[in-house]
């Protein structure tokens, strides 16, 4: 008796792009958990000190998250309207927010309580942020004004109105206390000076201004807006650098990551794109099941927050190195391997002398499931194994194998045979799924003819069965539609190549043209 040949699985080529460490980087973080909000997240903000909360600005609060159980920490409600733009100081002990109230608040991370109020604006403050030195506060509202606050005399110490529409964003510059920035929606960003009263660089970004941002060194700061990102040079007087855009709709924020050197931007196409800060180069990008609001990444990289306009949080944590943390266990890993692999390699090294006779060892053949039915003519029962729900999902061509290993025994009318029509209604939905697909037509083909062969009679008596077959009917109409669509569109370029040619045939003028540039370009050849 022959041996029994396992079924050969066809598998098809994948045509996958090759994945950039970047982008694997970026994807070696955990499934994200998920929090759901009342309102859309309108700024998420890291705490610069340990543990690394962040805070999260929705609806009438600011809330703590703790990174470690993703849980609320603390809440801060003394809002009594929507609140804005909550930012820590950079010692974590303080943080502020603006809100619809056009007031300014000053509030203490361990105790809750607020500190300070600061009134000047007359319409809500969407921007709220410290100083590089922590010693003042400016802010931006709807009354296209600038402020700026002292901490300890709880005073306003510098008045801006140079926008002409409403202040949204802003950065503070981290090599200089003095400076900060303010982005509008009258399309332009400005730099001021906190000891002069006037700006001192003005910038035209084309859109309303979205998020700025300042690179850590100062003497560069990026604009966004509509969707692209603008880079600007400071010191020369805000000339513009670069600009880039892979998005296709309005990017809402930036982010920094200042240990890999990476920027951020969170758009309304529900993508966040990673940048280079040296090339400005798209390095990878990642998705997201709603309009993105604002985004921020942990100090230590072990954190990547978005919000969105729908309130979720997407908190996805890095996940953690298997690997072994201290010399002492690099060491017994090592170990263990070596007298693993001096297991499993004895006596393939051994070199057989004169006279020694050679037994050969053979390996035990592991059939899968449907191999074994087959091996025991059990063709009902291998055809149930291919197409149960993870094989037809998951590996649909192994199920297609099957299918023609069965139908080169002769035997496939008779596994098809004989069955309920709660078989029969997944392995047409399944038929109808794999249709379109040109490796599988011949085989889809055949199956539904034996089925209708075999089942025609009873279709009438069966509800389910009916709906069925009509759902594959309809599938097949819309494949004969559309190849018959390309078929016209093929016949159109066809006249129209035809006719091209017949023009360039029938006029002298078009034929004599053609010689003298191929003359032209025989004497310059020649020459």
């Given at each position: 008796?022959?041996?029994?040949?396992?079924?050969?699985?066809?598998?098809?080529?994948?045509?996958?792009?090759?994945?950039s460490?970047?982008?694997?980087?970026?994807?070696?973080?955990?499934?994200?958990?998920?929090?759901?909000?009342?309102?859309?997240?309108?700024?998420?903000?890291?705490?610069?000190?340990?543990?690394?909360q962040?805070?999260?600005?929705?609806?009438?609060?600011?809330?703590?998250?703790?990174?470690?159980?993703?849980?609320?920490?603390?809440?801060?409600?003394?809002?009594?309207?929507?609140a804005?733009?909550?930012?820590?100081?950079?010692?974590?002990?303080?943080?502020?927010a603006?809100?619809?109230?056009?007031?300014?608040?000053?509030?203490?991370?361990?105790?809750?309580?607020?500190?300070?109020?600061?009134?000047?604006?007359?319409?809500?403050?969407?921007?709220?942020?410290?100083?590089?030195d922590?010693l003042?506060?400016?802010?931006?509202?709807?009354?296209?004004t600038?402020?700026?606050?002292?901490?300890?005399?709880?005073?306003?110490v510098?008045?801006?109105?140079?926008?002409?529409?409403?202040?949204r964003?802003?950065?503070?510059?981290?090599?200089?206390?003095?400076?900060?920035?303010?982005?509008?929606?009258d399309?332009?960003?400005?730099?001021?000076?906190?000891?002069?009263?006037?700006?001192?660089?003005?910038?035209?970004?084309?859109?309303?201004?979205?998020?700025?941002?300042?690179?850590?060194?100062?003497?560069?700061?990026?604009?966004?807006?509509?969707?692209?990102?603008?880079?600007?040079d400071?010191?020369?007087?805000?000339?513009?650098?670069?600009?880039?855009?892979?998005?296709?709709?309005?990017?809402t924020?930036?982010?920094?990551?200042?240990?890999?050197?990476?920027?951020?931007?969170g758009?309304?196409?529900?993508?966040?794109?990673?940048?280079?800060?040296?090339?400005?180069?798209?390095?990878?990008?990642?998705?997201?099941?709603?309009?993105?609001?604002?985004?921020a990444?942990?100090?230590?990289?072990?954190?990547l927050?978005?919000?969105m306009s729908?309130?979720?949080i997407?908190?996805?944590?890095?996940?953690a190195d298997?690997?072994?943390?201290?010399?002492?266990?690099?060491v017994?890993?090592?170990?263990?391997?070596r007298?693993?692999?001096r297991?499993?390699?004895?006596?393939?090294?051994?070199?057989p002398?004169?006279?020694?006779?050679?037994?050969?060892?053979?390996?035990?053949?592991?059939?899968?499931?449907?191999?074994?039915?087959?091996?025991?003519?059990?063709?009902?029962?291998?055809l149930?194994?291919?197409?149960?729900?993870?094989?037809?999902?998951?590996?649909?061509?192994?199920?297609?194998?099957?299918?023609?290993?069965?139908?080169?025994?002769?035997c496939?009318?008779?596994?098809?045979?004989?069955?309920?029509?709660?078989?029969?209604?997944?392995?047409?939905?399944f038929?109808?799924?794999?249709i379109?697909n040109?490796?599988?037509?011949s085989t889809?083909v055949?199956?539904?003819?034996?089925i209708?062969d075999?089942?025609?009679?009873?279709i009438?008596?069966?509800?389910?069965?009916?709906?069925?077959?009509?759902?594959?009917r309809?599938?097949?109409d819309?494949?004969l539609?559309?190849?018959?669509?390309?078929?016209?569109i093929?016949?159109?370029?066809?006249?129209?190549?035809?006719?091209s040619?017949?023009?360039?045939?029938?006029?002298?003028?078009?034929?004599?043209?053609?010689?003298?540039?191929?003359?032209?370009?025989s004497?310059?050849?020649?020459?």
């Amino acid at each position: 008796m022959g041996e029994f040949k396992p079924t050969v699985i066809r598998e098809l080529p994948e045509s996958k792009g090759e994945i950039s460490p970047e982008s694997e980087f970026w994807k070696n973080y955990e499934f994200p958990v998920t929090v759901k909000e009342f309102d859309s997240i309108s700024h998420l903000e890291f705490c610069p000190v340990e543990p690394y909360q962040f805070a999260a600005t929705t609806s009438n609060k600011v809330r703590l998250f703790n990174p470690i159980n993703n849980q609320v920490d603390k809440t801060f409600t003394r809002f009594k309207d929507k609140a804005y733009s909550g930012s820590f100081r950079h010692d974590g002990r303080l943080l502020v927010a603006g809100g619809e109230e056009p007031v300014v608040k000053l509030l203490d991370v361990s105790s809750r309580s607020i500190f300070r109020f600061f009134p000047g604006h007359e319409r809500p403050v969407h921007l709220s942020k410290f100083t590089s030195d922590g010693l003042r506060v400016f802010s931006g509202g709807d009354d296209s004004t600038v402020r700026a606050f002292d901490l300890a005399k709880g005073e306003e110490v510098n008045y801006f109105q140079e926008h002409k529409d409403y202040v949204r964003c802003g950065d503070a510059n981290k090599a200089s206390r003095d400076i900060v920035m303010t982005g509008s929606y009258d399309h332009t960003a400005k730099l001021f000076d906190l000891r002069t009263s006037s700006c001192i660089v003005s910038v035209d970004h084309g859109k309303p201004v979205e998020s700025a941002l300042f690179l850590p060194s100062g003497n560069v700061f990026l604009t966004a807006g509509g969707n692209y990102v603008k880079v600007w040079d400071a010191l020369a007087g805000g000339k513009l650098l670069t600009t880039f855009s892979n998005s296709h709709k309005t990017i809402t924020s930036l982010c920094l990551h200042e240990g890999l050197g990476r920027i951020l931007t969170g758009s309304l196409d529900m993508h966040v794109k990673v940048y280079d800060t040296a090339t400005y180069s798209l390095l990878a990008s990642l998705d997201y099941p709603a309009p993105v609001i604002s985004l921020a990444v942990s100090p230590i990289s072990h954190q990547l927050v978005v919000g969105m306009s729908t309130g979720l949080i997407s908190i996805k944590h890095k996940k953690a190195d298997a690997g072994p943390r201290t010399e002492a266990e690099r060491v017994e890993k090592e170990r263990g391997r070596r007298m693993a692999l001096r297991y499993f390699n004895k006596g393939k090294m051994y070199v057989p002398q004169e006279g020694d006779t050679l037994v050969p060892l053979e390996q035990k053949k592991n059939l899968e499931r449907f191999d074994k039915m087959l091996k025991k003519f059990e063709h009902s029962k291998a055809l149930d194994d291919a197409l149960s729900r993870k094989n037809r999902s998951q590996t649909p061509h192994v199920t297609f194998s099957v299918i023609q290993e069965l139908s080169r025994r002769g035997c496939l009318k008779a596994a098809l045979s004989g069955r309920t029509e709660k078989w029969l209604c997944p392995l047409l939905s399944f038929l109808k799924k794999n249709i379109s697909n040109p490796n599988y037509v011949s085989t889809v083909v055949e199956v539904a003819d034996i089925i209708l062969d075999i089942y025609g009679p009873t279709i009438n008596t069966s509800a389910e069965l009916r709906k069925g077959l009509t759902n594959l009917r309809s599938t097949i109409d819309h494949e004969l539609r559309y190849h018959q669509s390309l078929e016209e569109i093929q016949g159109m370029l066809d006249v129209i190549l035809i006719a091209s040619q017949t023009t360039l045939d029938t006029n002298p003028d078009l034929v004599i043209a053609e010689k003298d540039i191929v003359a032209d370009m025989s004497v310059v050849d020649s020459g």
